[in-house]
């Protein structure tokens, strides 16, 4: 019992619904009408972080005891990333204090870039010539005698991605608010993923030198979504700052390096080799090259490595700066060469003994993936939803592209907005730009969906989407959009069509046919139009119409489709704007099987 006469009840830093009201032998209605009530919107397999559900035990009449942090992660071993899970395996005294591995996330244009930059030019270059001479996507800053390693890739889409793979390569977050702007829906995302990740919070509470900046109404905010400021008597540290005026980033050195003192931020670096890929591409004239966070152990040159599908002996290692380097330890960024293959970012590496051993290392992995990928369903609003029903999936995870900046947030509050019951709703990753390979490659890897607005998508993104069965479902009306995902939430939806673009082709010139209108002359360059089908037609890439094909013809024959090399004549009902340079796409509506 606790001096207050409550009985003592002992939590982990993370608890889903189900398991908060088993140990308080409340039922789960229970708890989620005390979390509703404190505006937090869970579902009962949905896990929610030791401050909130310390809440919800008080209104039950118990007082909330955090377990130890080693005994939680000893008992729940599945939950913790495979690095974390090898320090601690490490005997104690070989562990030694790191630099702590920070990340920046927020809503967009609240200036995680700019301080990003801010803090790189004003640390990194301190006595550094020409300071960086390329970007390899971390660098590390020296604040009094001690280095932070920064992630220099803000958004919580790529910190996801790091998650979903077991990586979790910061230690803690800045969470970057605008002090004009306040807590927008991302601020909310990027907040959720942080405490999923169990990482502590920083808030750079940024633009304090705008006129209409509102500190203390941001920090309201802040304490409303339990990110109590710590002047306020809160554990949250706040600390203003301009990254254009380079006002206050001291003062965040000095707040990272202070949350840093408060976590234990250990490795061993003569350990097992593990850590995280941060960036990778390929080069022209170097070819694939990967950026590399070491988490545990001294990574050399010369050690055989294994990231997911691609390994390799590291021929060469360059830090930040781009200077060769042999070795690096824990909470290092490195550039290495010698990979057989891009990584995925995100990916965990590992240090094996030979190539050989590595190579079946691989081998291996494909298999298993080829394996699975044949068992995996396709990932369609129809599909995603009946697995939650059937309890396999806690929530429907989306992936939204939009035709502008502008159009984000209407639609992101609308999703928002929706009725969703026990089932989550969770945006992975919204931004502006046609849907591309990557979309599809994190909504693969995360068994989300596409939705787009406004957009195309590229054809090569539409091949891998095919061949990965990844769902793109494309609109051009919010409430339409909206309404679909409404009715997968209610398991109404009726079953999905896909489109197929045919062919397209290039308008050479416009005639003039009385009774008929505008008739494009065009030859055919890819595919074929087919007069059943629908067309769009392009004007320096941007869409003007979607409809249907009214009249097809090769000089004066109406014919049913024309190929690839040929010239035809192409009416569009209802469109009469048609102008040589005009390109049109034609595509036909499937249903999937």
């Known amino acids: 019992m606790s001096d207050n006469g409550r009985k003592r009840i002992e939590l982990p830093m993370s608890i889903t619904v189900r398991e908060l009201a088993q140990r308080t032998e409340a039922s789960p209605i229970q708890v989620i009408k005390i979390l509703m009530s404190n505006g937090v919107m869970a579902n009962i397999n949905q896990q929610i972080d030791f401050d909130t559900a310390a809440i919800v035990v008080s209104e039950l009449g118990f007082e909330a005891v955090p377990e130890s ?80 390693t920064f992630l220099d890739t803000p958004g919580h889409a790529a910190f996801t991605a790091m998650r979903a793979r077991g990586a979790q390569g910061a230690d ?49 905010q802040l304490a409303e979504l339990d990110l109590v400021p710590d002047e306020w008597g809160g554990n949250t540290l706040v600390v203003p700052v301009s990254a254009k005026q380079r006002i206050g980033l001291e003062d965040l050195m000095e707040a990272i390096l202070l949350t840093a003192e408060g976590i234990e931020i250990r490795a061993n670096p003569k350990g097992k080799v593990i850590g995280t890929v941060v960036e990778a591409q390929v080069d022209k004239s170097r070819g694939p090259i990967a950026t590399l966070l070491v988490q545990n152990g001294t990574l050399e040159v010369g050690d055989v490595i294994v990231a997911g599908t691609a390994y390799g002996k590291l021929r060469a290692m360059f830090d930040f700066r781009g200077r060769k380097i042999r070795a690096a330890g824990p909470s ?30 691989v081998e291996q ?36 592209k939009v035709d502008v900046q502008g159009s984000l947030e209407p639609i992101i509050n609308s999703i928002n907005d929706l009725p969703k019951g026990e089932i989550k709703v969770n945006i992975l990753h919204a931004e502006a ?17 596409i939705l787009g607005f406004n957009v195309q998508a590229e054809s090569s993104a539409r091949r891998l989407a095919e061949a990965e069965g990844v769902s793109i ?19 109404m939806l009726e079953p999905e069509t896909k489109e197929v673009v045919v062919g397209k082709a290039n308008v050479l010139a416009v005639f003039t046919i009385s009774k008929v209108g505008n008739v494009a002359g065009c030859r055919v360059t890819e595919g074929e139009i087919r007069r059943n089908g629908r067309v769009r037609v392009y004007r320096n890439g941007k869409q003007l119409f979607d409809g249907e094909i009214a009249s097809l013809k090769i000089q004066k024959d109406d014919v049913r489709e024309v190929r690839t090399g040929y010239e035809c004549g192409i009416g569009i009902r209802n469109f009469n704007d048609i102008q040589p340079g005009d390109v049109i796409e034609c595509y036909v509506i499937e249903k999937n099987a």
Do not use: C
């Open 69 to 148: 942090l080693v005994e939680e992660e000893k008992v729940e071993t599945g939950e913790i990333p495979l690095w974390r899970r090898i320090i601690l395996s490490e005997k104690p005294e070989s562990l030694i204090p790191r630099p702590p591995v920070v990340t920046i996330l927020g809503h967009v244009d609240h200036g995680k870039t700019t301080l990003l930059d801010a803090i790189r030019n004003t640390n990194v270059a301190e006595g550094e010539a020409g300071g960086i001479t390329q970007h390899i996507g971390a660098y590390q800053v020296e604040h009094k005698g001690r280095l932070i």
């Open 172 to 220: 803690i977050v800045i969470l970057v608010v605008a002090a004009n702007d306040g807590v927008m829906p991302q601020t909310r995302e990027a907040i959720a993923h942080a405490r999923a990740a169990r990482v502590p919070i920083v808030v750079a509470l940024n633009k304090i030198d705008r006129p209409d900046a509102n500190p203390d109404f941001v920090k309201r």
């Open 332 to 361: 290092t960024p490195v550039q290495v060469m010698g990979l057989s293959e891009v990584p995925e970012v995100g990916e965990l590496f590992t240090r094996y003994d030979s190539e050989r051993e590595a190579r079946a290392v």
């Open 365 to 400: 992995r494909k298999q298993e993936a080829a394996a699975k990928a044949a068992r995996a369903p396709k990932a369609t609003l129809e599909e995603l939803f009946s697995r939650v029903q059937a309890g396999e999936e806690k929530e429907l995870r989306l992936i939204l």
């Open 433 to 449: 730009g046609n849907v591309t390979d990557n979309d599809v490659l994190l909504a693969s890897a995360s068994k989300a969906i």
């Open 473 to 491: 479902r494309l609109y051009d009306i919010i409430y339409r959009l909206t309404e679909d995902l409404e009715k997968a939430l209610k398991g």
